[in-house]
């Protein structure tokens, strides 16, 4: 099963993918950074430098799947809003992928804001122009004039190839990710294929976490925390608490809880300590001010951040129980992000944290990338693929 990788960052949805069971014919990245950090932990061979408008579509084939994370800040909450008045819109781009070479699935991502209300026509030309990828622009003057048209192309017969396309917006911590970031994924599947594709349903709750810190204290138990050292509760949380008993009664919520900074980083060393682990170096000067706060120890992480516009909640350290902080380092911040902890980012700190922040969670990426498979391939096919039939069971 072959795929494309567009706007691939560091490489955190190609990685998923590979785990998936997917192997990679190309790889492609403009930033020079992360394009060596693909170079370090995929084979360099089929990384491709460059402006995607400058990739050769031509050089792969027989593709299963195109996927990417088109650049954001068009459309980020932080960002300046500008969305297809943007020039950093690729989405023109992944649709000319998907028209040219007719994978049997794609999937991308992107963030929140794309679904604000001020991008929702532009918004539904990205689903309907991934719906019917071969019904081009070439005939109209703008995007608007076009999307009239597109609007009105499920009423035609034609044999254009046609794609069933899903979006939803989702959170990582749902899916067991111990940071709480939520991004809009878009998944098609070729119409010609009999697979009807349904998003993996959440495995965690913030529910069960706050069972297991204040009804049970399972989680302060599991981590061998003395009753004076665990934070009070306040009094939202006493009624959230409340709420959630007198909703399971004595059973615990079935999914399971949300996994925490402390889940995650527990097993790590003091970054200030002789530990030999290359990428987790102590960076100083980490400071709390009104609204800039840091992600707290006993919750997921806020979203690692990325881009021009800072990190203005302190999404980028970490905040302890007695109130300290200090920044994250670039191997607790992959370990968020759910990458294995030997995979290399290149680059010093900032620029490290900038693809992490760009990139999407392995684990998401790996869940998904099971589901697809399941979807666009029978039973019967993936008996003749052991290793695949093997990986979609987990």
């Known amino acids: 099963m072959n795929s494309l990788e567009l706007f691939s960052g560091a490489g955190g949805l190609a990685k998923g993918l590979e785990l998936a069971g997917f192997q990679h014919s190309a790889l492609v990245e403009l930033n020079k950074n992360a394009y060596d950090s693909l170079c370090e932990n995929f084979d360099a061979s089929k990384v491709f430098w460059g402006n995607i408008k400058d990739f050769d579509l031509s050089t792969v084939n027989n593709i299963d799947i195109v996927a990417g994370g088109s650049p954001c800040q068009p459309f980020s909450l932080g960002g300046k809003h500008r969305g297809n008045q943007d020039n950093r819109d690729m989405f023109p781009y992944a649709i000319k992928a998907i028209e040219q070479l007719k994978p049997k699935a794609f999937i991308f991502e992107n963030v929140k804001g794309l679904l604000r209300a001020a991008f929702a026509d532009y918004f539904e030309y990205i ?23 597109l609007r009105n192309v499920s009423q035609w017969s034609n044999s254009e190839t046609k794609y069933k396309v899903s979006f939803k917006l989702i959170n990582a911590a749902d899916y067991g990710v111990p940071q709480k970031r939520e991004r809009v994924v ?11 594709w349904s998003f993996p349903a959440p495995t965690h709750s913030a529910e069960r ?28 949380m006493i009624s959230k608490v409340n709420r959630i008993k007198d909703q399971h009664g004595f059973l615990s919520p079935l999914l399971m809880p949300w996994q925490t900074v402390r889940d995650a980083l527990c097993d790590l060393p003091n970054p200030q300590s002789n530990h030999g682990i290359s990428d987790h170096v102590f960076r100083d000067g980490a400071k709390i001010y009104p609204g800039h706060t840091g992600s707290i120890l006993d919750l997921p992480a806020k979203t690692i951040k990325a881009g021009d516009h800072g990190v203005p909640g302190g999404e980028n350290m970490m905040r302890f129980a007695d109130g300290q902080v200090r920044y994250f380092t670039v191997h607790e911040a992959k370990i968020l992000q759910t990458f294995p902890s030997d995979f290399v980012i290149k680059g010093v700190w900032g620029e490290a944290m900038r693809q992490l922040g760009n990139a999407v969670p392995v684990a998401i990426a790996e869940i998904i990338g099971r589901e697809l498979i399941r979807t666009i391939y029978s039973p019967q096919q993936l008996i003749t693929m052991p290793n695949i039939n093997q990986l979609v069971r987990l």
């Not at 719906?131 to 048209?149: E, G, K, V």
């Not at 878009?186 to 009807?196: H, M």
């Not at 989680?219 to 009094?235: G, L």
């Open 127 to 149: 689903i309907l122009r991934l719906t019917y990828p071969s019904h081009t622009a070439a005939d109209f003057s703008d995007w608007q004039s076009h999307l009239i048209d």
């Open 186 to 196: 878009i998944v098609g599947i070729r119409a010609d294929l009999p697979g009807v």
């Open 209 to 236: 976490l706050f069972w297991d810190m204040h009804v049970t204290q399972a989680y302060w138990e599991r981590h061998k925390i003395p009753v004076a050292d665990r934070p009070s509760i306040d009094s939202s």
